[in-house]
C-alpha cells in the first residue's frame, strides 16, 4: 500500500512517471487477470464437452 501511495501522491512531470510494475521495460504488461479468466472459461468448456461426451455414450 505504501507504494501505490507514494504512486498516486508524488507529483510527476512526463518525462519522470512510474511505470507499474506489471509493465515490463519493452512495454509488455502481464495478462495475470486475462489468464486466469481464460483458464475458467476453458475448464468450464472442458466440462461441457465432457458431460455432452458421456450422454452420447450412456444410451
Do not use: D
Amino acid at each position: 500500500m505504501r507504494k501505490i501511495a507514494g504512486y498516486l501522491t508524488k507529483n510527476r512531470s512526463e518525462k519522470n512517471q512510474k511505470i507499474a510494475q506489471s509493465t515490463h521495460e519493452k512495454g509488455y504488461i502481464k495478462p495475470r487477470k486475462t489468464f486466469w479468466r481464460n483458464s475458467k472459461q476453458l475448464l468450464c468448456l472442458f466440462r461441457v464437452v465432457y458431460n455432452q461426451m458421456v450422454h452420447k455414450m450412456i444410451p
